[in-house]
């Protein structure tokens, strides 16, 4: 079972707004990731951090911005909502874990973002 | 090209039915390989990783030939639980040595009655 809770759950808010999506994980892993999906769409990677103090752009270019101050929390901030960053957003981490491939990740269930 | 190759499907099918999927990757330096299971405006979980020597989990097979970059899941007796998008998932390395996943557009599943 993965230890790893994003809040919001849903967020509906206006244009403008700087906004918050938290991500934090309980099993230590040191890798952690932001991916963004559309519905019925394939996932993106935004962005991901090899540990604390580094983080480092994914493969979509996103106007977010990202930190990761403490091993356990990755949150993703946008600074001026738009209604083009209505999406899913997920966040993943992964690292060393008994018994299994050390690059399986696992999701946190999703932040649903809806700007007006 | 995409880096993940998958036919979407939807894949329809009676339950009890054998289905497989197929998936091709296009980097051969890729070393880690899996297959996800997401549901529904769900995030996607590991259903299994694949090994050289392909390997089973219960109702579930997943096959790996690296010479022809192909990865398959081979799904027996088919629930109607089952109904889902089943993710191909590959690993790269960026050029910065980072190890991530590519994940593959997926395969829609529906299992009926």
């Known amino acids: 079972e993965a230890d790893i809770y994003q809040t919001p759950r849903y967020l509906v808010i206006g244009t403008g707004k700087k906004i918050t999506l938290e991500c934090s994980q309980t099993m230590g892993h040191d890798k952690m990731y932001w991916y963004q999906q559309d519905p019925g769409m394939e996932l993106h990677l935004i962005h991901y951090s090899y540990g604390v103090n580094s983080t480092e752009k994914g493969d979509l270019s996103s106007e977010s911005t990202v930190s990761r101050i403490r091993t356990e929390h990755f949150p993703l901030t946008l600074e001026s909502a738009r209604p083009s960053h209505t999406s899913q957003y997920l966040c993943?981490?992964?690292?060393?874990?008994?018994?299994?491939?050390?690059?399986?990740?696992?999701f946190g269930p999703g932040t649903r973002l809806t700007v007006l | 090209r995409k880096e993940v190759e998958q036919d979407p499907g939807p894949f329809n099918v009676p339950e009890g039915a054998t289905v497989a999927f197929n998936c091709t990757y296009s980097?051969?330096?890729?070393?880690?390989f899996f297959w996800y299971r997401q549901d529904c405006r769900k995030e996607p979980k590991l259903l299994m990783s694949v090994y050289s020597s392909g390997n089973e989990d219960g109702r579930f097979t997943a096959q790996l030939n690296r010479a022809s970059q192909y990865i398959s899941l081979l799904i027996r007796d088919s629930k109607l639980s089952d109904s889902a998008t089943y993710l191909c998932?590959?690993?790269?390395?960026?050029?910065?040595?980072?190890?991530?996943?590519?994940f593959g557009t997926g395969t829609r599943l529906l299992v009926s009655p």
């Open positions: 993943a981490s992964s690292g060393p874990r008994t018994g299994e491939h050390p690059d399986t990740q696992y």
């Open positions: 998932v590959v690993n790269e390395v960026t050029n910065t040595g980072f190890q991530k996943l590519v």
């Open positions: 980097n051969s330096a890729s070393q880690s």
